[in-house]
Structure formats: C-alpha cells, structure tokens
C-alpha cells in the first residue's frame, strides 16, 4: 500500500493544506470561541477543530483515498482510536492547545503526522497566529519557518528550561503525579514552563528554546508530529520513566539530549494515564 508513495508530494500537500487550515484558525482566534466540553470541564472542542479536521482529511482524501486517518475530534466521537495499521496513517490534532484558542491566547497549533508501516515520515506544527511554522522529514533535518534547527545540546538537568502541561482533565491520580513532578522539578532545574500545547512544547526542544518537555496524559496526536521533529534536530524522545517511546501510552519525554532525558525520568512521579490509545 506504501510502495511507491511520493513522500515529497504527501509534505506539499499536507503543507499546503495546514497554509489553508491555519486561515481558517487565525481568522477565527481573533475573538472568544464558543466550546463543548467533551471528557470534562477543561477538555473543549469547538467548531474550528471539528472544521479544521474535516478539511485536512478531505483534503487528503481527495489524492489518496486509501489513506488512514486517527484525529482527534474522530476519535472524540464514540468511535474510539483508530487501530495503527502499516497503512499509510495520517495522526492529525486540528487545534491543540485548545483551552488556548478558546481563549484567544496565541499558542495553539495544528500537529500533524504521517506514519507508513508504524514509522513516523512527516512532521508539521504550525501556530498561525505567530506564524510558527515546524517541520521535519525523517532523515532531512528539522526546520523552523524554512530554517534548519537544533535542541540545545544541554545536558544538566539544573541548567534545564523544562515544559510541561496540568493537562485537560483534572482527575485525583493524575493531578497528585502532575503536582508533585511541578513540585520536584521546580526546585531542580532552571525553570518550568507551561505553554498550553503539548505539540508546541516539543516543538521549543526542537527549537533549542526549551531543553526537555514531558506529560503523561497527552495523546498520540498532540505527540506525532513533535517526536519526529525533536529527534530530527537532534533530540530524543523517550517514554518518561527512562524507557522506549510508545505513541499509544499517552506519556512523552522528549530532551535536547540522552543524558538529559535519562536523569529527568530518574526523578519524575510516575503516572500511567488509562485507557491506552490502543
Ligand atoms: C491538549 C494539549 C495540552 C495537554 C492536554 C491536551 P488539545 O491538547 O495541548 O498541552 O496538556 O492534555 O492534550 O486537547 O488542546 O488538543
């Protein structure tokens, strides 16, 4: 089924239609958005989300109707996660950083992925509001509004500027984990940041503006895109107690470097967030 896919033609396409989509964001961010909650009083969804999804799917559809798709807001809708097949798989969070949007508070993205046989090819996060735009290709680099990046190379946990997020649901074992990791690493590195967009807080590991970023709670498309692009700049990213990076755990670790990585996971609280994405 990926024979012969024309991975240079899949990025123009998914390029340009994140150009398209990031219109319709930008233009709508420009005053307070109505919302539904879904799974609890901070996990919203509004129209844009739902629109901005409907038109990369269909927009991807149009050049290869054999494609797979696992979004957000589809995902939302009682259907569950779609199963990851070797299908070509398009991993799509239409506005992540939502609460953001909502709230017209500028840092929110469209994170978009393309795994062929479980590999993750194509990465993009791009914030139109800023005009922040994130790419990689596997193997071609990481770039940042068309220039070459790279994470910061810092090693040492204390000289660290960590992201981080309180997450969209505010349940009694996740937060007890979320608030002592905040806590801990306050306390261990040189600061803590919270940008409200699991993707955009990859993207500024990738970026060299952040050193490490973890949160146990995301989802495979608030994390697609931003894995490629970390380790295409030269990071890695982890799963946060020190192991393998598994996109259905919903947990991510990601740092400008191994040694990084490794001595914020040996400190970190552990949570597992249930149910899987799998
Ligand atoms: C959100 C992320 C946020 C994270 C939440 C949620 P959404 O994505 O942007 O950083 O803490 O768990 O995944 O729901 O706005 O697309």
């Excluded at 040492?156 to 806590?183: C, H, I, Q, W, Y």
């Excluded at 490490?212 to 990071?235: Q, S």
């Excluded at 107690?241 to 996971?265: C, H, K, N, W, Y």
Aim: glycine share 10%.
């Amino acid at each position: 089924m990926a024979e012969g896919l024309d991975l240079g033609k899949c990025f123009e396409i998914i390029n340009n239609l994140t150009t398209e989509a990031g219109r319709l964001i930008a233009r709508n961010n420009e005053t307070r958005q109505d919302f539904v909650c879904k799974s609890g009083d901070i996990d919203l969804v509004t129209q844009t989300d739902q629109d901005v999804e409907k038109l990369i799917m269909d927009g991807i559809r149009q050049h290869y109707p054999d494609h797979k798709f696992i979004g957000e807001e589809e995902s939302s809708s009682g259907g569950g996660v779609n199963k990851l097949t070797d299908a070509p798989t398009w991993i799509i969070d239409p506005v992540d950083g939502t609460m953001n949007f909502v709230h017209a508070f500028p840092h929110s993205c469209i994170s978009v992925g393309l795994k062929v046989n479980k590999v993750t090819e194509i990465g993009i996060i791009y914030n139109p509001m800023l005009e922040q735009r994130f790419t990689a290709r596997r193997g071609q680099g990481a770039y940042y509004n068309g220039k070459r990046i790279q994470t910061s190379g810092q090693k040492e946990l204390g000289k660290a500027l960590v992201t981080s997020e309180f997450g969209t649901s505010r349940d009694e074992p996740k937060m007890l984990a979320v608030n002592e990791n905040f806590a801990k690493i306050a306390k261990q590195v040189h600061g803590l940041r919270v940008l409200g967009s699991a993707a955009l807080n990859m993207a500024m590991v990738a970026l060299g503006a952040a050193d490490a970023n973890y949160e146990m709670g995301i989802h495979a498309w608030d994390v697609c895109a931003g894995d490629l692009i970390v380790r295409e700049a030269g990071g890695v990213v982890i799963d946060p107690a020190g192991g393998e990076f598994d996109i259905m755990s919903r947990r991510v670790l990601a740092a400008a470097t191994p040694e990084l990585a490794q001595e914020l996971a040996k400190v970190l609280t552990q949570f597992y967030p249930q149910p899987r994405d799998d």
